[in-house]
């Protein structure tokens, strides 16, 4: 038996060993995926032990995925360009970092049929996420991309880190008000909240990080919050005619690819859509 876990904050719930397991188990591979719950002090002791034989890897979620980064030996090229990684593969003597995030948000673009070569995008949020939906908006060609935060230092922070690694696209920050918002919607035609804004069971569930009068109908409208499926956002983009995508599938791909480096095979996307959606289906009665 093999193992592998999800690194999170103690006290927070995963869906990845709902799914990840599911993906084992279906396609016949002894791996257990368990939950690794740890704080930042036990941050260092918990990657040291994926050294072990027995351990395929990890996928590190918050707050974790930029101080994995030094505790790792090597960073592929795309975790360095966000700064952060998700995944960390044990090829037995070495540990490896990725950020299977980028795929994963664009697999569920590509699926929509959204071509961003070319777009302008706002993306709300400057937080780890939104590090990885810059990367990959830029990765795909887009020309221009908005960063609207709360909290504009960290917005510029984002576009001072990131800014010189995503050219030709240009970045911009944006404090959160509705100017802002004014501006910056007008011209997107994809809009994304990398914010937390929205997610079941905080206070901020019916939340939306956008003025719903300024979401236009010929904009796609991308969720990264998966719980509850159909968020304040989505719904507000939905009655304003625009397409939408939540979060479910960019976990999923993120997940498929992460498995696709620590078993070398086609991760069962299907399978592990059915065992997710089970489990929200669950917590939702
Ligand atoms: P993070 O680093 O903690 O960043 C959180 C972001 O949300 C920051 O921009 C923060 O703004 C903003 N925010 C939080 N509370 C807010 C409020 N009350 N009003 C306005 N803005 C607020 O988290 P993250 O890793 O980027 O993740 C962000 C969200 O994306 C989470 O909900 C996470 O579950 C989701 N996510 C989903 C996937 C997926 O596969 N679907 C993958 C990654 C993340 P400030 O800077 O002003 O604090």
Redesign the pocket.
Known sequence: MQFAGVISAPGKKSLSPVFQQAAFDHLDIAVEYQHWPTSAEGLGTRVAGLRGPAVLGANV???H?EACLPLVDDVDPLARRVGAL?TVLNDGSTLRGYNT?VE??LRALQEASFEPRGCAAVV?????????VVVALAEAGAARIAVV???LE??EQLVSDLGAAVKPAQLAAAS?TRESWERAAAEASILV?????G?AGTP?ED?S?MPSDLIRSQALVYD???QPAETRLIRDARQAGARTIG??P??IY?GAASFKLWTGKDAPVDIMFQAAEAALAAEDA
Do not use: H, W
């Open positions: 979620t918050i707050p995925k998700n995030d994963g948000f709300a949020g400057a937080g780890g996420a939104a590090r990885a935060n709360r909290t960290r917005a959160d909240n990398c914010t937390s804004l997610t901020e939340r990080p990264l919050v998966y979060g479910l960019m976990l993120q």
